[in-house]
């Protein structure tokens, strides 16, 4: 498995910027997908964006699509959320998640395929 700590949130106003971390240890991260989920009062958990275990190939949720881009540096075992445009409704607990299984061409969207949590980081964003 993977041990997975995420960074960067706080705080913001509507419009504003904000990038989340996400530090990685085991070595099995580079042969992984991963993915970014948010969870937000009284919703379930939702994903966010996604990115294959090469880093070639990403894909987004339609309501941040535009605004928000997942990156990875598997020297470094890190994968980052780039969140520009915030609104309000982006506020939640957003998680990181490492893949169940290598390889994959394509992040998958569903919890399930993933095994590896991080503990979560806030974000607020107000209006």
């Known amino acids: 498995q993977v041990q997975l700590v995420e960074s960067g949130g706080g705080l913001v106003q509507a419009g504003d910027s904000l990038r989340l971390s996400c530090a990685a240890s085991?070595?099995?991260?580079?042969?992984?997908?991963m993915g970014w989920f948010r969870q937000a009062p009284g919703k379930e958990r939702e994903f966010v964006a996604g990115?294959?275990?090469?880093?070639?190939?990403?894909r987004s949720a339609d309501s941040v699509k535009g605004r928000f881009t997942i990156s990875r540096d598997n020297a470094k075992n890190t994968v980052n959320l780039q969140m520009n445009s915030l609104k309000p409704e982006d506020t939640a607990v957003y998680y990181c998640?490492?893949?169940?299984?290598?390889?994959?061409?394509?992040?998958?969207?569903?919890?399930?395929?993933?095994?590896?949590w991080g503990q979560g980081i806030q974000v607020t964003v107000s209006s």
């Open positions: 998640a490492a893949d169940r299984s290598k390889f994959r061409l394509v992040a998958v969207t569903s919890t399930s395929s993933y095994d590896s």
């Open positions: 085991g070595r099995t991260f580079s042969s992984v997908a």
């Open positions: 990115i294959n275990w090469s880093g070639a190939n990403t």
